[in-house]
Each structure stands twice: as structure tokens, then as C-alpha cells.
């Protein structure tokens, strides 16, 4: 090997060594060490969101059934999952996660204030889910289709 070829092997040997050292993004928590009180408040934060997020397709469902429905009382429930969804748009446009410049402090009462906020919209989101699927089941059963030939 020439000096050449040594030194670009010292250098790719440091930034590899040094690679492993610094902390992984993809690497588990649990490989990183625990994250500090802001980082865990802000991950309770985004699972409740994701939660929400996979609830959504069933405000939509629930939606799709009473439009089908035609039922002259469907007003309420169908305002009510407008206002789940539109509760989970307005969270979703006004959170603003503070940077790293932020104390910590100030970072984890904000992630704490916005875990309030969507426990609330989670409240919302389960009872117009539980009100809607109700009335949904209390819908008479649709007539048979004149389509079906009867003997």
C-alpha cells in the first residue's frame, strides 16, 4: 500500500468509527438510551395523532352509511362527524412543534398543552363514532330489491 492509500483508509476507518458513535435516528430507542421528558411527551403526542389518524376511515365509512341511508333524522350525526373531522384538521394545521432553540421545558408543556387538546378531539371523535354507529344500527333494514323474483 502507498501513503496515499493508507491515509484514505485511516480517514474512511475515523468517519466509520465516528459514524457509529453518533446517535442513529433508525436505531431504537432503546439502543439511544431513554429520550428526555420533551422527546417522550412529543412521540405521546404523534401516537395519539396516528390513533386518530387510523379512526378517520371510519368517520368517513360512518358517513358514506347515513348519506346512503336517507333518513330524515341523519342531521345530527352527520354534523357531528363533520365537526370530528374538521376538530382533527384544525389540531392537525395549528401544531407547531418548537424547535430545538426552545428550552426544554418550554418544549414539553407545549407537547403536554397539545396532548390535552387531542385527548379532547379524541372524546369528540369517540362518542360521534359511538352516536353514529347507534343510529346506523337502529335504521330499519332496507326493503328487499323489487329486482328479486318471489315465487
Not at 502507498?2 to 453518533?22: D, E, G, H, M, T
Not at 368517520?59 to 336517507?70: D, Q, T, V
Not at 365537526?83 to 426544554?104: I, K, V
Request: net charge positive; aromatic share 6%; proline share 7%.
Amino acid at each position: 500500500m502507498n501513503i496515499l492509500s493508507k491515509s484514505r483508509l485511516v480517514s474512511v476507518v475515523s468517519a466509520i468509527a465516528f459514524l457509529a458513535a453518533c446517535s442513529s435516528p433508525n436505531k431504537p430507542i432503546a439502543e439511544q438510551g431513554a429520550p428526555s421528558p420533551a422527546t417522550a411527551a412529543e412521540m405521546a403526542v404523534m401516537a395519539r395523532h396516528d390513533s386518530l389518524m387510523a379512526k378517520m376511515d371510519q368517520l368517513y365509512s360512518l358517513k358514506a352509511k347515513i348519506n346512503a341511508a336517507k333518513a330524515p333524522a341523519s342531521g345530527p350525526y352527520l354534523r357531528g362527524l363533520a365537526a370530528a373531522d374538521a376538530a382533527m384538521m384544525d389540531w392537525m394545521h395549528q401544531y407547531r412543534a418548537p424547535d430545538s432553540t426552545a428550552t426544554p421545558s418550554a418544549r414539553l408543556a407545549y407537547f403536554q398543552q397539545q396532548q390535552q387538546v387531542l385527548a379532547g378531539v379524541s372524546r369528540q371523535f369517540r362518542a360521534t363514532i359511538d352516536s353514529a354507529t347507534l343510529f346506523i344500527q337502529q335504521l330499519p333494514a332496507a326493503p328487499a330489491s323489487a329486482a328479486t323474483p318471489s315465487k
